[in-house]
């Protein structure tokens, strides 16, 4: 079965600062994706990142950075110099190679004060 | 439009009450979904809808009731609810891109729905 642990239930911090948000997993696919989604307070999931399970590379887009760690069974998202419209519920997920079914973590509430 | 609707947006209901949901996807997708995010479970795959067909009822009580009538909208009939019904509900389209490999999937603004 498939499972993703967000342990961080929320996390606050100042603008500015940099934070990481972790997530684990379990699979026992060998091929998988992983993801990221932001959902601020509007409701809407915002699609962030999507990683190939093939793919170790870290991967940078702006401000966010992702650390994939296959040995770690680790996926974990960094938010540098967080401003405030970073604050959100930032969810990890997990899906097969062939398959469309997203198994989501329970999400970690980020609050990014000025 | 853009991406994906869905109305309402918010929606109260008495138990009794027949209601539905829509959802539409403006990005020529062939896969579309229905979640439920409660304040206490993670987001819950509820039905899958691949090329209008439904390939996936995640052990979803019969008063929920999805409809697919075509690729680009999607339905969801609320029938009898409970109180514990009351959740956001949540709509994602995805492109089936080869053999069944899927891109990310696309998500809407949500109804959020009160059970009285």
């Known amino acids: 079965a498939q499972k993703v642990t967000q342990a961080q239930t929320e996390i606050s911090v100042v603008e500015k600062e940099d934070v990481t948000l972790d997530c684990v997993y379990e699979?026992?696919?060998?091929?998988?994706?992983l993801f990221w989604y932001k959902q601020p307070p509007s409701g809407e999931l915002v699609f962030l990142i999507r990683r190939n399970s093939f793919d170790e590379q870290n991967e940078i887009s702006g401000r966010y950075s992702w650390n994939f760690q296959k040995s770690t069974s680790s996926f974990n998202f960094t938010i540098t110099a967080s401003q405030v419209v970073d604050s959100a519920v930032y969810f990890c997920a997990l899906s097969e190679l062939y398959g469309n079914k997203l198994v989501f973590g329970a999400g970690t509430i980020l609050r990014v004060k000025s | 439009e853009t991406g994906v609707t869905q109305t309402p947006r918010h929606l109260v209901m008495g138990m009794t009450n027949k209601k539905s949901l829509k959802c539409e996807q403006h990005?020529?997708?062939?896969?579309m979904y229905w979640y439920k995010q409660s304040a206490k479970k993670p987001l819950e795959l509820m039905f899958v809808?691949?090329?209008?067909?439904?390939?996936e009822n995640n052990s979803v009580p019969s008063r929920f009731s999805p409809e697919c009538p075509n690729s680009s909208h999607l339905f969801l009939h609320l029938h009898t609810l409970q109180p514990e019904d009351s959740a956001l509900y949540l709509c994602?389209?995805?492109?089936?891109?080869?053999?069944?490999?899927?891109?990310?999937?696309?998500f809407g603004p949500g109804t959020r729905l009160t059970v009285l």
């Open positions: 699979t026992r696919d060998t091929t998988y994706y």
């Open positions: 994602a389209s995805s492109q089936d891109e080869e053999r069944g490999r899927y891109n990310e999937q696309f």
């Open positions: 990005l020529g997708h062939n896969a």
């Open positions: 809808y691949n090329f209008k067909e439904q390939t």
